[in-house]
């Protein structure tokens, strides 16, 4: 089967070395501490407090300091290592993330006490991915069949929910590092097929499905997933947890963009846009997606622009457009010192032909620096004419 990458996999992020001394002893510790019976220590307010200061207060330094010190009066807390994995994760060092997580599975080995979360974690965090990432999410899967098949209301629907997740974990697993094994395309038939099983409405399973339908060359397949996916969320609430994250809304669009439903792909766009502007992968996903409209735009007026022009300025007007969104990326890639290359040669890439075709231009600050310069000479010239007076 032909490999793919339309679905974004968790980035493994940058391995700080200085993780706190204190969250390392502890963690080493760990075994020592593994009978210590801590009942008269009360970290529940601990726990609470760094929970507040990671999801609310949006500290994760404060909160790293909060469970650090609970974990040094309990170092099997199930709560308290799963939220430092997390911390960890927020901080960017995935090493002690996966020391937290692994730490946990030890204490909980099939996530009975305190859920499948942990082997979620470390399914998307894990090195070695492939064949290792797929155990991960298999202990997770296990145990969350049995929650669906056992309980009702809402329990149970979280419960699916995290197994339709896992499962396109999976599949995605075998779009991509596993996708040289034999049974790979059978493999991601299977877990689609038990996802869609489970919620035939869920936006990550039809777009899971879509994405191989995309490696298996059906793109009509591929769009009908895709508009399924996208009526099942957009026209939700913005507050409605049903509504996919941001990072795979952004997956998403990559997915409407290669199936040529552009207009699709920049109304979901612009929605993330109007919730977090500072993201280089939605400017360039923007202009590369502005620069396609616009290129259908002046194909179609190839033929009928002799009536009033109107056609071919539409697609300059958005070939325009796309090259504000291209700048964006750009002065974002410089400003957060961005590291993948490609979308940097690709946007300068569009920007050049764009350039091309409707000419040079520069971008607002550029410009309004070079009317600053203009205005020191006319300043200099100035006092240059009263010196000769």
């Given at each position: 089967?032909?490999?793919?990458?339309?679905?974004?996999?968790?980035?493994?992020?940058?391995?700080?070395?200085?993780?706190?001394?204190?969250?390392?002893?502890?963690?080493?510790?760990?075994?020592?501490?593994?009978?210590?019976?801590?009942?008269?220590?009360?970290?529940?307010?601990?726990?609470?407090?760094?929970?507040?200061?990671?999801?609310?207060?949006?500290?994760?330094?404060?909160?790293?300091?909060?469970?650090?010190?609970?974990?040094?009066?309990?170092?099997?807390?199930?709560?308290?290592?799963?939220?430092?994995?997390?911390?960890?994760?927020?901080?960017?060092?995935?090493?002690?993330?996966?020391?937290?997580?692994?730490?946990?599975?030890?204490?909980?080995?099939?996530?009975?006490?305190?859920?499948?979360?942990?082997?979620?974690?470390?399914?998307?965090?894990?090195?070695?991915?492939?064949?290792?990432?797929?155990?991960?999410?298999?202990?997770?899967?296990?145990?969350?069949?049995?929650?669906?098949?056992?309980?009702?209301?809402?329990?149970?629907?979280?419960?699916?929910?995290?197994?339709?997740?896992?499962?396109?974990?999976?599949?995605?697993?075998?779009?991509t590092d596993l996708c040289m094994q034999p049974d790979a395309e059978a493999r991601c038939e299977?877990?689609?097929?038990?996802?869609?099983?489970?919620?035939?409405?869920?936006?990550?399973?039809?777009?899971?499905?879509?994405?191989?339908?995309?490696?298996?060359?059906?793109?009509?397949?591929?769009?009908?997933?895709?508009?399924?996916?996208?009526?099942?969320?957009?026209?939700?609430?913005?507050?409605?947890?049903?509504?996919?994250?941001?990072?795979?809304?952004?997956?998403?669009?990559?997915?409407?963009?290669?199936?040529?439903?552009?207009?699709?792909?920049?109304?979901?766009?612009?929605?993330l846009q109007d919730e977090d502007d500072q993201s280089v992968d939605l400017w360039y996903l923007?202009?590369?997606?502005?620069?396609?409209?616009?290129?259908?735009?002046?194909?179609?007026?190839?033929?009928?622009?002799?009536?009033?022009?109107?056609?071919?300025?539409?697609?300059?007007?958005?070939?325009?457009?796309?090259?504000?969104?291209?700048?964006?990326?750009?002065?974002?890639?410089?400003?957060?010192?961005?590291?993948?290359?490609?979308?940097?040669?690709?946007?300068?890439?569009?920007?050049?032909?764009?350039?091309?075709?409707?000419?040079?231009?520069?971008?607002?600050?550029?410009?309004?620096?070079?009317?600053?310069?203009?205005?020191?000479?006319?300043?200099?010239?100035?006092?240059?004419?009263?010196?000769?007076?």
């Amino acid at each position: 089967m032909a490999k793919t990458k339309t679905k974004t996999k968790p980035s493994k992020k940058s391995r700080r070395k200085d993780a706190p001394a204190t969250l390392a002893s502890v963690l080493q510790n760990i075994a020592a501490h593994s009978n210590s019976q801590s009942a008269t220590v009360d970290i529940d307010a601990l726990v609470a407090r760094a929970n507040s200061l990671l999801h609310e207060e949006s500290d994760p330094h404060q909160a790293l300091t909060t469970i650090t010190k609970a974990l040094a009066k309990n170092p099997t807390s199930l709560p308290a290592l799963e939220l430092a994995g997390e911390i960890n994760v927020e901080l960017e060092d995935t090493d002690t993330a996966i020391r937290c997580f692994t730490a946990a599975t030890e204490l909980d080995a099939d996530g009975s006490i305190s859920g499948v979360e942990k082997f979620l974690w470390l399914a998307e965090l894990c090195e070695e991915g492939g064949e290792v990432a797929i155990r991960w999410y298999e202990r997770a899967a296990e145990f969350l069949r049995k929650q669906v098949a056992e309980t009702t209301g809402e329990e149970k629907s979280t419960a699916e929910q995290k197994l339709c997740s896992a499962l396109c974990g999976m599949a995605e697993l075998y779009m991509t590092d596993l996708c040289m094994q034999p049974d790979a395309e059978a493999r991601c038939e299977a877990y689609i097929t038990e996802s869609l099983l489970i919620a035939p409405t869920s936006p990550e399973s039809l777009s899971t499905l879509a994405s191989l339908r995309i490696s298996q060359s059906k793109p009509a397949d591929a769009r009908a997933a895709l508009t399924r996916s996208l009526e099942a969320w957009k026209h939700l609430p913005a507050t409605d947890d049903r509504i996919p994250p941001y990072p795979a809304r952004m997956s998403f669009t990559r997915l409407l963009i290669e199936c040529e439903l552009y207009e699709e792909a920049m109304e979901v766009l612009e929605g993330l846009q109007d919730e977090d502007d500072q993201s280089v992968d939605l400017w360039y996903l923007g202009g590369w997606c502005l620069l396609l409209i616009g290129s259908n735009l002046k194909d179609g007026a190839g033929a009928s622009d002799g009536a009033n022009g109107q056609e071919v300025e539409d697609w300059r007007d958005t070939w325009a457009a796309a090259r504000e969104w291209l700048w964006n990326c750009e002065k974002l890639y410089k400003a957060f010192e961005w590291q993948d290359v490609g979308i940097a040669e690709h946007a300068s890439e569009l920007l050049a032909k764009i350039n091309s075709e409707i000419g040079e231009a520069k971008p607002d600050d550029e410009e309004k620096e070079d009317e600053g310069d203009e205005d020191e000479e006319w300043e200099d010239e100035d006092e240059d004419e009263e010196m000769e007076g």
